[in-house]
């Protein structure tokens, strides 16, 4: 689809009301393939890849990489699928993506599920605010280091392994989830120094009309846990833990992940 200048593709299936995921950091709309396969069995279930994302050539006229301009593309294509408004599925980096639209466009949405957003504008308590940066200080410092090397592919792999929580953990993935991440490498310098996002308040949280859930793993470091836990206590609406999962529960348990969405759903 053409969107604000860029040439994004996506993939669907299914037929019903439509059901579009957003992925995070390195990566593109392959990641949900197993979860359309699923979800796609009761609804439309569409996923694309943002800008700067996938495989595609990257065009020196576009905005700069950043919650923003990927915020105003996800509303372009929306309005472009021409279906009414959406629910939306959104995780990590494009909780705050998702957030952003819901906030400025209520209109094309039905509902959101967001699954550890990423952007801690909204964290305000002090001991939260302290372990959320020194989570961040550890877990990034060395991604940080890799980008400054130009060593990209470092930089992935270890963005996956704090977010898996363990050393190896990219290495220990299964060729087709490594090869998606690893085509989207290329964009790590851009998301370390993307321009600063939209900062969302509390008050703006509460003030959301889209109905909003937001999730986060019980055994997710604070880096995602600190700032999800924050979100649900703004949000009127829904909170999900899951149990014994981390911030990789979508990509490792795409049933459960799907069940958990869908059981939303039901009532939207």
């Known amino acids: 689809m053409d969107v604000n200048g860029a040439r994004l593709a996506y993939a669907e299936q299914g037929q019903g009301a439509p059901v579009v995921f957003l992925h995070g950091a390195a990566s593109d709309h392959r990641m949900w393939d197993r979860h359309r396969a699923i979800v796609g069995q009761r609804y439309r279930a569409i996923a694309y890849s943002q800008r700067y994302f996938g495989t595609g050539a990257w065009d020196t006229s576009w905005p700069p990489f950043g919650v923003q301009t990927h915020a105003d593309d996800l509303a372009a294509f929306l309005r472009g699928l021409d279906a009414g408004p959406v629910h939306l599925v959104a995780w ?8 952003t ?4 466009h209520p209109e094309l949405l039905r509902s959101a599920f967001i699954y550890e957003p990423g952007v801690p504008s ?6 939260e605010l302290r372990a959320l940066g020194d989570d961040l200080n550890a877990m990034f ?13 470092e930089a992935l792999r270890l963005l996956l392994d704090g977010s898996g929580q363990r050393q190896g953990y990219f290495d220990a993935q299964p060729a087709e989830r490594q090869a998606v991440n690893l085509d989207n490498a290329r964009t790590m310098p851009l998301l370390l120094s993307q321009p600063q996002p939209p900062a969302i308040t509390r008050e703006q949280l509460a003030s959301l009309k889209v109905p909003v859930t937001v ?27 899951a149990r014994g999962a981390t911030h990789m529960w979508p990509e490792e348990d795409a049933p459960a992940f799907c069940a958990a969405v869908m059981d939303l759903l039901r009532d939207r």
Request: proline share 7%.
């Open 92 to 99: 990590s980096y494009a909780g705050h993506v998702a957030l």
């Open 101 to 104: 639209a819901a906030l400025s």
């Open 122 to 127: 909204y964290v305000t308590d002090p001991a």
């Open 141 to 153: 410092g060395p991604v940080f280091g890799a980008v400054q090397r130009g060593d990209s592919r």
């Open 215 to 241: 999730a986060h793993g019980e055994l997710s470091r604070p880096a995602f846990s600190v700032v999800s836990r924050a979100a649900a206590r703004c949000i009127p609406g829904q909170h999900l833990v």
